[in-house]
Structure formats: structure tokens, C-alpha cells
């Protein structure tokens, strides 16, 4: 009976100490569970440090190289088709299951938690969920900021990241998604593909410092939120009505008052509901405009594609 088959996809740029690191205690999940086949696919996306990598001992380990550094949600797209294309496709044909783990190759993601997220991940995507994290106050901060912001312009709630288990059998659907190149996680909860997430706690990071400054962090927390820009202009749509609405009403009270009683009402509170009442008309007005330029470049039709890959690997 052939073993089910775990292919570790971990886009690495400059972090090859991590690397090797992670890529032991993989091999040591490999050695405890024995009805697995752990192999491991790395992309490296243009790092400008030399490859000191010390490949595996017990699983078998190979490097993809880009032609430059294209971000690492980019490196995670053009993982997933190449592990498609390249290592499930010769699989299926032989009838052998398995799943792809999507994991940062910093530490962050234990490797201790593949084998549980595997075993739920039945025809579905399962997520890991951190319910304990190891990083600073300013970190947690700014993430639990994020999530509100994120529920709060999208209607959404988000509250796992990359770590990822994936169905063989779903692989073909995450790699024709349009938005998998701009965000992942988010691409996949938009999708109507089914998720589940389970509790976890992340790892500290094995080595050296992440690359990952403040600046990448908002844009790449914008990135999230940007998949659901239709949603998000109904959204401030339906608020900005909800504001005229409101505004239209204090005009007539304001009216009523200065018509009908003889309570005294300040010169200046007409004129800033005016004020107020004639922005958010332009607000209304902008994101309908935009929802409608968005709406209309759904006639552009771009086939799917799962193999885009092959113009980032460098051979």
C-alpha cells in the first residue's frame, strides 16, 4: 500500500539558516510518522544570499530558483502551480494521495502540527489558527488592529495566515485562482472552496531576524483586503447612504425648529450639515463610479491558467 504522499511547498528569500533547520525537524516528523512520504519543495525567491542550504538527509528536498524576487505570496502562487504541474499531476496518475503544506520556512510554522491538520484536511483546506503567539506587544497589537479593520471593511472575519494543509484533490482549483497571486489566505476564504481551521501555537522564529518590515507588513495586509474590493465598495456605499439619510434628517429637524418652535439654532450647525450632507454626496458618488468601472472589467475574460510558473523559474 502506497504512502500518503506530504510535499512541504516553503518559499524561502535570504533565511537559509531557517531553512535547514526546519528542513531537520520535518525529517524528524518524517521518522515518527512512518505512513507518510514527507518530501520538500523550496522556492527560493531570489535571494541575494548564497544557497547554504544543506539538503535533506531522509526526505528528498528540492530548490526551484526565480529569475528575481517577486514577494512571497507571488513565490507561494508559483509554488502551488509548480508542485501541481510538476509533482501531483504524476502522482494522481498513479493513483497516490496526499496533501501539499504551505509553511514559512522561518520556524514560525512547527512542523509538529503538519500530521494533525493533514488528518482533518478531507476534501477541504485546513488552516492553522494561532490561538498563542510568540511575537512582541507591538506586533499583536498591530495584527489585532488589522482583524478589526479587516471585519470591519469587509464584513469578513480572517484570523489564520499561510500555514496551510491542501487536498491533491484541490489543488487544481487554488491554482487556477485569479487573486492566489495577490494573497493567499485571503484568496482561499474568498474562494468557495471549504476550510477549516484548527488551534495552533507558533513557533519562535530558528534564526536570525525576519525580512518583514513594517512597511511590507500594511501592504501586505492591504493585499488582503483588497481581494474583496467589490464588497468593499458596497460596503462604504451602504454607509455613505445611511450617512445622507442621517444627514437629511437633522436638516429637518434644523427646519422644523427654526419654523415651527422658537428654540434658537446656532447660524453655523445648518451650514456644517450642508458641509457634512454635500462629502459624503461625493463619496457616494466616487464609489459608485469606481464599483461600476469594476463591475464593467468583468467583461474581460482572462482564461484560467495553472501554469504562469513557468516564466518566474529560472532554468
Not at 276 to 297: A, E, G
Request: proline fraction near 3%; charge should be positive; hydrophobic fraction near 45%.
Amino acid at each position: 500500500m502506497d504512502k500518503n504522499e506530504i510535499i512541504c511547498l516553503i518559499p524561502v528569500y535570504n533565511d537559509w539558516e531557517s531553512l535547514s533547520i526546519l528542513i531537520s525537524d520535518i525529517e524528524k516528523e518524517a521518522e515518527l510518522n512512518t505512513d507518510y512520504s514527507f518530501s520538500a519543495v523550496v522556492i527560493n525567491d531570489g535571494s541575494t544570499e548564497l544557497n547554504n542550504l544543506v539538503l535533506g538527509k531522509k526526505i528528498q528536498v528540492e530548490v526551484v530558483d526565480l529569475k528575481l524576487n517577486i514577494g512571497h505570496q507571488r513565490a507561494i502562487a508559483v509554488g502551488v502551480q509548480y508542485v501541481l504541474n510538476e509533482k501531483v499531476k504524476s502522482l494522481n496518475k498513479s493513483g497516490v494521495q496526499g496533501h501539499v503544506i504551505i509553511l514559512d520556512g522561518d520556524g514560525e510554522d512547527k512542523p509538529s502540527d503538519i500530521i494533525p491538520m493533514v488528518k482533518k484536511a478531507d476534501n477541504k483546506i485546513v488552516f492553522a489558527q494561532r490561538v498563542k503567539r510568540s511575537e512582541g506587544i507591538g506586533f499583536k497589537t498591530g495584527y489585532y488592529f488589522y482583524k478589526l479593520i479587516f471585519k470591519l471593511l469587509t464584513g469578513k472575519k480572517i484570523d489564520f495566515g499561510n500555514f496551510s494543509a491542501i487536498p491533491f484533490t484541490l489543488l487544481n482549483q487554488v491554482a487556477i485562482l485569479p487573486n492566489l497571486w495577490n494573497h493567499y489566505a485571503s484568496c482561499i476564504a474568498e474562494s468557495r472552496i471549504n476550510i477549516e481551521v484548527v488551534p495552533t501555537e507558533r513557533g519562535n522564529r530558528y534564526a536570525g531576524k525576519s525580512k518583514m518590515n513594517t512597511a511590507n507588513l500594511i501592504i501586505h495586509g492591504f493585499s488582503s483586503i483588497s481581494i474583496y474590493f467589490d464588497i468593499l465598495c458596497f460596503r462604504v456605499l451602504k454607509f455613505s447612504v445611511y450617512l445622507m439619510v442621517f444627514c437629511a434628517l437633522l436638516i429637518g429637524f434644523v427646519l422644523f425648529k427654526k419654523l415651527f418652535t422658537e428654540s434658537a439654532i446656532p447660524g453655523w450647525a445648518s451650514s456644517l450639515i450642508l458641509i457634512v450632507l454635500s462629502m459624503v454626496i461625493q463619496l457616494f458618488s466616487v464609489t459608485f463610479i469606481i464599483l461600476l468601472l469594476q463591475l464593467s472589467s468583468r467583461k474581460i475574460i482572462n482564461p484560467p491558467n495553472s501554469e504562469l510558473y513557468k516564466k518566474f523559474i529560472n532554468k
